[in-house]
């Protein structure tokens, strides 16, 4: 046999071993995150809260209690969390939201949140439902739009002719 193909069985069978690592490693990821999932909804209760701000920030500049910023593993603590500062009852807090719920979020408002700890899972309005804010648009999405309208334009003055 050559050397390339060789080579290329080589390089082929790495990635195979690759491939077999990586599917048990996501599959143990899966069922640990499964059994915190389960843990956050054993112990989550629903509060009303005031939302005062909420930003993206690190987790030594969020004003969460030390032995919580103690307990975080060094790789994270570089890792920029969203952190929400919320009034529940008498009471100014610094929360842990979650990825999917943080931009839901609505800013100076009442909302009723599913809080499990110090980590927000649930938001709901507490006077009517939250808007959801409208994303940034990608490039290629304004560039399609721009595009559309010229050729609106264009038929609109083809028309008038």
């Given at each position: ?5 060789i080579v ?20 143990k ?15 989550a ?38 952190i929400?500062k919320?009034?529940?009852?008498p009471?100014v ?22 809080v499990?700890g ?44």
């Amino acid at each position: 046999m050559s050397t390339l193909t060789i080579v290329l069985l080589v390089i082929l069978a790495i990635m195979i071993v690759g491939l077999i690592v990586l599917y048990f490693l996501g599959k143990k990821a899966e069922k640990r995150k499964a059994e915190q999932d389960e843990q956050l909804a054993a112990v989550a209760q629903t509060v009303t809260m005031l939302i005062i701000d909420k930003k993206r920030m690190r987790i030594k500049d969020s004003g969460l209690p030390q032995a919580v910023i103690d307990q975080t593993p060094k790789l994270m603590r570089r890792s920029k969390l969203p952190i929400v500062k919320a009034k529940v009852g008498p009471k100014v807090m610094s929360l842990i939201a979650d990825e999917a719920v943080f931009d839901l979020i609505p800013i100076k408002k009442e909302v009723k949140a599913t809080v499990s700890g110090i980590y927000i899972t649930k938001v709901t309005g507490v006077r009517g439902p939250l808007e959801k804010p409208e994303g940034k648009k990608s490039w290629r999405a304004r560039l399609k739009a721009k595009a559309d309208k010229a050729t609106a334009e264009l038929e609109k003055e083809k028309k008038n002719k």
